[in-house]
T-cell receptor
Framework: SQQGEEDPQALSIQEGENATMNCSYKTSINNLQWYRQNSGRGLVHLILIRSNEREKHSGRLRVTLDTSKKSSSLLITASRAADTASYFCATVAYNQGGKLIFGQGTELSVKP | GAVVSQHPSRVICKSGTSVKIECRSLDFQATTMFWYRQFPKQSLMLMATSNEGSKATYEQGVEKDKFLINHASLTLSTLTVTSAHPEDSSFYIC???????????FGPGTRLTVT
């Protein structure tokens, strides 16, 4: 079963704007990861944040994690048309051998 | 970086036939591999955990007799969809966990279409 939910399900913005996607989960986690998927393609790993971390940056990406609320957010700053894709959060629980449980995903469309 | 391949990338088969999908870790050993299924416009659903040298662990609701998983070596896991039906048409993605670094890497996916 899916771990949690993401919102919004779809997001359409103009190039240059920031995009924020949220993810909620239900159980205790070891870490949370964000992935990107272009239509019909495989997954690209973006960033991993551990349960003892609150914020992490990678280039134009900023991820936050609030374990008390069981939620995470992914911020993409200064978006580009090439950022158009689906974005998924995925959680790894303790003692699950690395099993990833994915959220429902956010479909991001960045218009030039 | 570590690479995981899947073969075939696309397959079309007739209803009632069986299809085998391979997942290979090309430059690392993986004691654990995962199989996911993704329907159009939906998220990835974990189907099963493939463990080298032992039986796969299936998620609730996944028929083990329909989706046969074999992980016979440290670099290869196969998923066989038996007696395929049109509703099995989906994108199947595997991932492999490096036995030493525990990093997980995804394959590019296999598009299965059952006619």
């Amino acid at each position: 079963s899916q771990q949690g939910e993401e919102d919004p399900q779809a997001l359409s913005i103009q190039e240059g704007e920031n995009a924020t996607m949220n993810c909620s989960y239900k159980t205790s986690i070891n870490n949370l990861q964000w992935y990107r998927q272009n239509s019909g393609r495989g997954l690209v790993h973006l960033i991993l944040i551990r349960s003892n971390e609150r914020e992490k940056h990678s280039g134009r990406l900023r991820v936050t994690l609030d374990t008390s609320k069981k939620s995470s957010s992914l911020l993409i700053t200064a978006s580009r048309a090439a950022d158009t894709a689906s974005y998924f959060c995925a959680t790894v629980a303790y003692n699950q051998g690395g099993k990833l449980i994915f959220g429902q995903g956010t479909e991001l469309s960045v218009k030039p | 970086g570590a690479v995981v391949s899947q073969h075939p990338s696309r397959v079309i088969c007739k209803s009632g036939t069986s299809v085998k999908i391979e997942c290979r870790s090309l430059d690392f050993q993986a004691t654990t591999m995962f199989w996911y299924r993704q329907f159009p416009k939906q998220s990835l659903m974990l189907m099963a955990t493939s463990n080298e040298g032992s039986k796969a662990t299936y998620e609730q609701g996944v028929e083990k007799d329909k989706f046969l998983i074999n992980h016979a070596s440290l670099t290869l896991s196969t998923l066989t969809v038996t007696s395929a039906h049109p509703e099995d048409s989906s994108f199947y993605i595997c991932s492999a966990v490096d036995r030493y670094s525990y990093e997980q890497y995804f394959g590019p996916g296999t598009r299965l279409t059952v006619t």
